[in-house]
């Protein structure tokens, strides 16, 4: 599988000589990769994933004390056989992700970087949430909250009463309600979706 990925860094070669670490797991080092600030991973076409797995992107950087550090990126499939990441912010970040390649594939402190792929269920990958730097941080929370207020409303205008289909209570005729129970529902449905994947509101 190791010859189905690859890498490409402005200014630089394709590279395409990534290494396995495991039955499903595949790096590839970045050679003087201070300046990099985004790196493409794609599959080259020679062999597809098999079926209900895609390739967990991982990128590793040495942290201040010089052991690397793991940082989870995004996924690639068959349905999405390319990506961009940007890497700059998290080579400045204390904080890794799960590490699954330290134990097999031992870095020494430098200035390479390394990719890390790592086939599993789609299941698996589509449910991680990729590595954000401080200042993505914020547009990150902004994008969900956003994505989650128009979610209710769609959601609740549906049930949406008018003043003229309900008793009067004082209210004015232009005056809408939504039942509390539909809040309830859509309560319930959105944190069941939230649990089984994390970024089902990005679609």
């Known amino acids: 599988m190791a010859g189905m990925f690859g890498v490409i860094v402005s200014g630089k070669l394709v590279q395409t000589n990534f290494e396995a670490v495991g039955d499903t797991r595949f790096v590839i080092t970045l050679p003087d990769a201070d300046s990099i600030n985004h790196v493409v991973v794609f599959m080259t076409g020679a062999q597809p994933f098999p079926d209900d797995l895609g390739g967990g992107v991982y990128f590793s950087w ?53 990719i890390g792929i790592s086939a599993e269920p789609l299941s698996v990958v589509c449910g991680l949430t990729p590595a954000t730097d401080a200042a993505s941080t914020q547009s990150w929370q902004l994008e969900f909250a956003r994505s989650m207020c128009e979610n209710l409303h769609n959601y609740s205008a549906s049930y949406a009463r008018s003043i003229q289909q309900l008793p009067s209570a004082g209210y004015g005729p232009n005056e809408t309600f939504v039942p509390l129970s539909s809040l309830v529902n859509w309560y319930n449905n959105f944190t069941r979706k939230l649990h089984q994947n994390t970024n089902f509101w990005r679609s």
């Open 62 to 114: 040495p942290s201040p004390d010089g052991a690397p550090e793991w940082h989870f990126l995004g996924t690639i499939t068959n349905q999405k056989p390319s990506a961009i990441f940007k890497i700059s912010g998290l080579k400045k970040t204390s904080m890794p992700s799960e590490n699954p390649f330290l134990l097999s594939h031992p870095q020494q402190s430098s200035h390479h970087a390394q």
